[in-house]
Nanobody
Framework: VQLVESGGGMVQPGGSLRLSCAAS????????MAWLRQAPGKSLEWIAA????????YYGEQMEGRFTISRDNAKSTVYLQMHSLKSDDTAVYYC??????????????WGQGTQVTVSS
């Protein structure tokens, strides 16, 4: 199993980024996927999750409205669109494979992470 994140970088406050996570080595359509992040000196924070078919999406309390999770099963890729970014969003962002079709916050594989830095 491989999960490869991309799309991170430096952006100014108020800006937008779209992260991608390309998956391989398993039947992508069969599993929910999630995005999490870890800021320097802080614990891992759950951002969002999406069901195996993309019909259900779930967000952390401070994420909904600014972040959108989506997936393209034909491309085995999950995305995280982020808008109105703030300095507090600076973190390493990880995608993770859930262990079931619906999100259950149990992950068996993780990507290597992509750095997002929000700074003027």
């Amino acid at each position: 199993v491989q999960l490869v994140e991309s799309g991170g970088g430096m952006v100014q406050p108020g800006g937008s980024l779209r992260l991608s996570c390309a998956a391989s080595g398993f039947i992508f359509n069969d599993y929910a996927m999630a995005w999490l992040r870890q800021a320097p000196g802080k614990s891992l924070e759950w951002i969002a999750a999406i069901t195996y078919d993309g019909k259900g999406t779930y967000y952390g309390e401070q994420m909904e409205g600014r972040f959108t999770i989506s997936r393209d099963n034909a491309k085995s890729t999950v995305y995280l669109q982020m808008h109105s970014l703030k300095s507090d969003d600076t973190a390493v962002y990880y995608c993770a494979k859930e262990t079931s079709m619906g999100p259950n916050k149990l992950y068996d594989f993780w990507g290597q992470g992509t750095q997002v830095t929000v700074s003027s």
